[in-house]
């Protein structure tokens, strides 16, 4: 798939910089990701990656640059407009960040009751949905967060994210802590849920198996800076020493 | 966005019917398509063709209710011909449709009255097994310190002396102080009616020793203190460091409890007896200002008023208040869960439990000695 073009970009990062400590972490980042994209973001640990996702999220505000959301500049909202923009959008923390007190049930119903006038029958009607999208057993709707394995925390804080229907989902770090096998098969559940939904996804991720399994596009984040931005097979053939180490280091415990 | 008003028409065709959904058929508008699909009969026993020329926008809650209400009316999945949709569309209905199978609603949780009881009885019996358990391993911790003396941490006892004891001192002579003045100034109004005065010496004195500084003092450890170290053992507990402690071949009662066990036991009576000096203090202020009583006359009578007796039975108290504080926070930090609100709940609970305790024992004593030190 080809870098999107500015007009039906849903995420655009222009110019961005960031100063944290006494040190610049982005120089000038430039990306934008297309309606139906699903790109990873990598780079070495303390590159920055966890930071841009929040930058992106509304959290935090970059030093300098722009961050667009759906064509409207995020750092410059006001705080009804960017909540607006936030019912738009579902993000999937590292741990899952499941309100540890709620039952799944009552996590994935939470959005809905603060974004979605439903009546309760309709709301847990679309909250069994959701948890059975994310692939998880319904018994599991009564159950906290503590009594759930780290594969089904993850599942229950994506059914959270899915739960507005949103049309771009962050991920940070989506297979961290998993086992290859769950990790496997949860790349495979984001992948069917971002063709059917028609999702546009961005996920800072670690894992090789990620990248070549079911993204899109990557981007590499070095020194401050986007070294590459394409498709995995060109970006695993550029020639650059950070990339080929990354690389390489896949094949070598092969 | 909202031009067209979703709707739904059904037609009659030759071997079936024909349904036309128009509009937005999202989340935003589900109500609205719920009472649509309620009161649009669709006959069951047909093929059912969905034709989505004129549907606007389609998101998965929008499917799963067209999905459940049909299957509610009886029409089954393979009856249904899906005509004009796009490919993404049809990947999504799939997607649901096939999710939806296993279908099975959530069971609310059962609230009622008798088993809410009936668990609330059995845990108050777990809890309290737990307890004894707990005094069991502390027990089992102290009889390992007395065989090799060396496992006692004494940097982590001489810390916690510190918070305990040192830090907690200002508040403890501000309180005893006043609580001094305000008793002196109180009592003081009723000897003067009999012209006794001098006897505010003997009341005051007596009462802050026996009883208000021992009580005062405790109250105040278990709300400062003992909050703290179920705190910061839940805290602990969060984030695996007990855990870890274990794994290093160390008991967390020996690394954990036993300093704060016994800093607390002997900050305590130290802690009562400054009490006990500020709350006559106070009171000599009161009395000489008030009640015409010089401090030299004042002292004097505390002196013969009071008997060292009293003193030490005041003080003797305060060690088993400290001891069932730092069991009841001690017990409370570990049995905290791995989620946010199990810290507050837990400190919340040891606060209660542990001034409860404390005027239990209070009045246990009082109940045991009725003579005690007078």
Redesign the interface.
């Known amino acids: 798939m080809t870098p999107a073009r500015a007009s039906d970009a849903i995420l655009q990062v222009a110019g961005l910089h960031t100063h944290l400590g006494d040190q610049w972490l982005h120089r000038g980042l430039n990306f934008s990701i297309g309606r139906g994209e699903v790109v990873a973001l990598i780079g070495g640990s303390g590159t920055g990656k966890s930071v841009l996702l929040r930058h992106c999220i509304g959290l935090t505000r970059p030093s300098q640059g722009k961050v667009k959301l759906f064509g409207e500049n995020i750092c410059e909202l006001s705080r009804e407009r960017l909540n607006k923009v936030r019912s738009r959008y579902g993000v999937l923390f590292q741990e899952g960040a499941l ?3 709620l ?1 799944v ?1 009552q996590n994935v119903a939470a959005p809905l009751n603060e974004h ?4 309760p029958r ?1 709301r ?10 994310a692939g998880l057993p ?1 018994e599991a ?2 159950k ?3 009594e759930l394995s780290g594969g089904m925390k993850k599942r229950a804080a994506l059914a959270r994210a ?1 739960a ?2 949103p049309e771009l989902l962050f991920l940070d770090e989506p297979t961290s802590g998993l086992d290859p096998i769950s990790a496997r098969e949860f790349d495979y559940l984001l992948r ?2 971002c ?4 999702l546009t996804a961005l996920m800072a991720t670690h894992d090789l198996d990620t990248l070549w399994g079911m993204v899109d596009r990557v981007i590499v984040l070095h020194a401050g800076k986007v070294i590459a931005d394409g498709p995995v097979k060109e970006v695993a053939e550029i020639d650059h020493e950070w990339i080929r180490k990354y690389f390489s280091a896949h094949s070598g415990y092969r | 966005m909202n031009s067209t008003p979703p709707s739904l028409h059904c037609v009659a065709i030759d071997q079936g019917c024909l349904l036309r959904p128009r509009g937005r058929w999202c989340i935003d508008n589900l109500e609205l398509l719920d009472r649509l699909l309620r009161t649009t009969p669709v006959p069951h026993d047909c093929r059912v063709r969905i034709d989505a020329s004129e549907l606007a926008d389609l998101d998965s809650a929008g499917v799963m209710l067209v999905v459940n209400r049909l299957r509610a009316q009886g029409v089954v999945w393979p009856n249904i011909d899906l005509v004009d949709f796009s490919r993404h569309q049809l990947a999504l209905i799939h997607l649901v449709a096939e999710r939806l199978d296993a279908r099975a609603q959530p069971r609310r949780r059962t609230s009622a009255m008798l088993p809410r009881l009936g668990r609330k009885a059995a845990e108050m019996l777990s809890d309290l097994v737990a307890q004894f358990v707990f005094f069991g391993r502390i027990v089992e911790a102290f009889a390992d310190v007395a065989r090799r003396p060396r496992l006692l941490r004494v940097r982590e006892f001489t810390a916690q002396l510190e918070a305990i004891g040192l830090n907690a001192l200002p508040i403890v002579v501000l309180m005893t102080f006043l609580i001094g003045v305000v008793f002196a100034f109180l009592l003081g109004i009723q000897v003067q009616k009999f012209g006794a005065n001098i006897f505010i010496a003997d009341g005051v004195a007596i009462a802050i020793a026996r009883e208000l500084s021992p009580l005062l003092t405790a109250i105040l450890i278990a709300g400062r203190s003992g909050a703290a170290f179920t705190a910061q053992i839940g805290a602990m507990k969060v984030t695996e460091e007990i855990d870890a402690i274990s794994t290093l071949g160390l008991s967390p009662i020996q690394v954990l409890v036993l300093p704060r066990l016994l800093a607390i036991i002997i900050a305590m009576p130290l802690l009562t007896f400054v009490g006990d000096v500020m709350g006559v203090l106070g009171a000599s202020l009161v009395a000489n200002a008030q009640l015409d009583v010089t401090y030299y006359t004042f002292f004097e009578r505390v002196k013969s008023a009071l008997p060292a007796s009293t003193v030490w039975f005041g003080l003797a108290k305060t060690p088993v208040f400290a001891a069932a504080i730092a069991l009841i926070a001690c017990r409370n930090g570990f049995a905290v869960q791995r989620d946010a609100r199990s810290v507050g709940e837990y400190t919340t609970k040891t606060v209660v439990q542990s001034l409860v305790a404390v005027i239990l024992i209070d009045a246990l004593f009082a109940i045991a000695f009725p003579e005690g030190g007078l």
């Open positions: 309100f540890s007190s039952t049930a979605a006038r439903l009546p309709l847990d009607e679309l909250v069994a949905m959701k948890i059975r999208l319904m709707a009564n906290r967060p503590s899915l507005l229907e069917v849920l063709d059917s939904l028609g």
